[in-house]
């Protein structure tokens, strides 16, 4: 079975200033790694992903992700915040196989200080 | 616009009766999913069905029942078994061979 810990449940960051969210996970086989986001009352939208190849992914709003096997991590970094940012961040682990569920960590409310 | 429309956004409920929440998704997508968010908790799944006619518990089913009839839709009963309801429940879905999910906008079940 798989498990994901997000360490932080919550994260308060200045403005412009960079900020990490970190996730372990366990799996005793391989698997496919996620970043959700949740804006309050919605529901989740894909941050990025990794699946294969490059270990580095890199989200379309200057979010990325590095998947470390050895440590069993996949941390979020952004190296400069905005108020926009102030979200609910999600890692999620599922199996090689497709269609399995994600198994997703319990989350870390980042909140962003002007 | 293609995507997963869940109804409703809010829904209110007396203890003891059963309510259907309801998740419809119009991208062809083969496998569906159910998930609950409680403050903390992070999203624990509940029952998903990977094609027509056939789903699997998940780690929280009890109090919890679902059917698959047609591809698009994947209604949720609450049933009055359930001892803490009150949630906001999550719905997704994701295409044939992939495992990334497409969620819907959420119902939040209040139970007085």
């Known amino acids: 079975a798989q498990s994901v810990t997000q360490l932080d449940s919550q994260v308060p960051v200045f403005e412009e200033a960079p900020v990490e969210l970190r996730c372990n996970y366990s799996?005793?086989?391989?698997?496919?790694l996620f970043w959700y986001v949740q804006y309050p009352n919605q529901g989740l939208q894909l941050l990025l992903k990794y699946l294969s190849g490059s270990t580095l992914v890199k989200s379309i709003n200057g979010f990325e992700a590095e998947f470390n096997k050895s440590q069993t991590s996949f941390h979020l970094r952004k190296p400069s915040v905005h108020i926009s940012d102030t979200a609910e961040y999600f890692c999620a682990v599922s199996r090689y196989s497709g269609n399995t569920p994600l198994v997703f960590g319990k989350g870390t409310r980042l909140s962003v200080i002007a | 616009d293609g995507g997963i429309t869940q109804s409703p956004k809010y829904l209110f409920r007396k203890e003891g009766q059963n309510v259907t929440l309801s998740c419809e998704q119009n991208l062809n997508h083969d496998a569906m999913y159910w998930y609950r968010q409680d403050p903390g908790q992070g999203l624990r799944l509940i029952y998903y069905s990977q094609i027509v006619n056939d789903f699997q518990k998940g780690d929280i089913a009890e109090g919890y029942s679902v059917s698959r009839e047609k591809k698009e839709s994947f209604p949720l009963t609450v049933t009055s078994a359930q001892k803490n309801p009150t949630a906001f429940y999550l719905c997704?879905?994701?295409?044939?061979?992939?495992?990334?999910?497409?969620f819907g906008q959420g119902t939040r079940l209040t139970v007085v």
């Open positions: 799996s005793s086989v391989s698997v496919y």
């Open positions: 997704a879905s994701s295409p044939t061979g992939r495992t990334e999910a497409f």
